[in-house]
């Protein structure tokens, strides 16, 4: 069995299951900063020893990370999520967005520039926001 690059991020399931809703903050982000409160629980489960904590900024540009991500494991498992997505790659093409994610684990997804209009609609990818856990 071929190994994926998913395989090997901890937190790949989980941004993997909230995919959809975020890629609907990106599409939202052309208004105005978008945010979503997630539970404490679902980070530490995963891990509760994570150095560095949970908490994170990233921007992602042209669908690339802008800097490389080394230290945040999290952003790094988002990052490879969102690399597999060709909704996340078509929103982000002429645009930078920053993610970030602080410690009382609010990810804020903002819209810092676009060279070209963010398309309006968006795949079936983001059809299915799951419910909060």
């Known amino acids: 069995m071929e190994n994926h690059v998913l395989d090997n991020l901890k937190y790949s399931y989980l941004w993997n299951k909230y995919?959809?809703?975020?890629?609907?903050?990106?599409?939202?982000?052309?208004?105005?900063?978008?945010?979503?409160?997630?539970?404490?629980?679902?980070?530490?489960?995963?891990?509760?020893?994570?150095?560095?904590?949970?908490?994170?900024?990233?921007?992602?540009?042209?669908?690339?990370?802008?800097?490389?991500?080394?230290?945040?494991?999290?952003?790094?498992?988002?990052?490879a999520v969102l690399d597999q997505s060709m909704t996340a790659s078509d929103l982000s093409q002429g645009a930078t967005y920053e993610f970030s994610m602080d410690k009382q684990y609010n990810l804020e997804i903002t819209l810092k520039e676009a060279k070209e209009e963010i398309v309006d609609t968006v795949s079936e990818e983001t059809d299915e926001v799951p419910k909060e856990a």
């Open 19 to 79: 995919r959809p809703m975020v890629l609907k903050l990106m599409k939202d982000a052309a208004d105005k900063p978008q945010q979503y409160k997630f539970q404490k629980h679902e980070f530490h489960d995963i891990n509760p020893k994570e150095k560095g904590g949970h908490s994170f900024t990233m921007e992602l540009s042209n669908g690339r990370p802008s800097k490389e991500v080394k230290t945040s494991m999290v952003a790094k498992s988002l990052f």
